[in-house]
């Protein structure tokens, strides 16, 4: 993957490249590497993490442990200057114990992603799950997690955005919605501004006014576009 990012990266005519997700024993060091050291390559990672305890890791053979993925997300931080990670997981796999959320909880937490895309167990056919475990956490209790989840990263990523109020940002701008332009930064942040003088598909800079969890909110600089 990390020669197929050197290749993309030089194509003549591609503003940017993003390196959308990966399973987190696949997260090889040239991958890290072409993410920080290729000027195409948007600083944006998403990691699955699934859960935060090790028993439920290894009833879903995830192939690792909650201390080797934080090892993981240390190290891509600390190689990728700017780094956002988002990730995936899910509440209320088979036999999760109020103890074991907990550890996903306190994942969530201590890592404090840019965006934590969640889910509440369900059974699908054809999977190892769905033919020898039993779908035993009763839904209000998934629901309720769920809830606690979405809660907390709510408040996280709200801190997070605060930091870019009177930033400038360079934007790829995608369309039109609800009467305002939109686009998204380096860091995969959605960003609407206002403009007469814009077209989907130019890279401008906005100077974000304000922020939210769901997305940042701006005016061009100048009106200049790069």
Known sequence: LSNLLVAVNE??????????TSHPNDMEDSIIEAVNG???????INLPFQAGDDEILRTMRRGYTNEEYRQL???IRNSVSGVSISTDLIVGFCGETDEQF????????DV??????????????????????????????KKERLRI????????????NSNLK???QDILVEGRKKGKWFGRNRNDKLVFFDSDNVNAGEMI????????????????????RK
């Open 73 to 75: 997300i240390d190290k």
């Open 11 to 20: 194509v003549s005519g591609l503003e940017r490249i993003r390196f959308l």
């Open 149 to 160: 989840i979405n809660d907390e990263q709510e408040k996280i990523v709200a801190s997070i």
């Open 112 to 141: 404090k992603f840019d965006k934590v895309h969640s889910a509440a167990y369900s059974t699908r056919e054809g999977t190892i799950a769905s033919r020898k475990m039993i779908d035993d956490v009763e839904e209000d209790i």
């Open 38 to 44: 290729l000027e195409k390559v948007c600083e944006h």
């Open 102 to 109: 907990a550890n996903t909880l306190e994942m969530i937490k």
């Open 166 to 168: 009177g930033k400038a």
């Open 205 to 224: 800079n906005v100077k974000i006014k304000e922020t939210s969890p769901w997305y940042l909110e701006g005016s061009m600089s100048n009106d200049i």
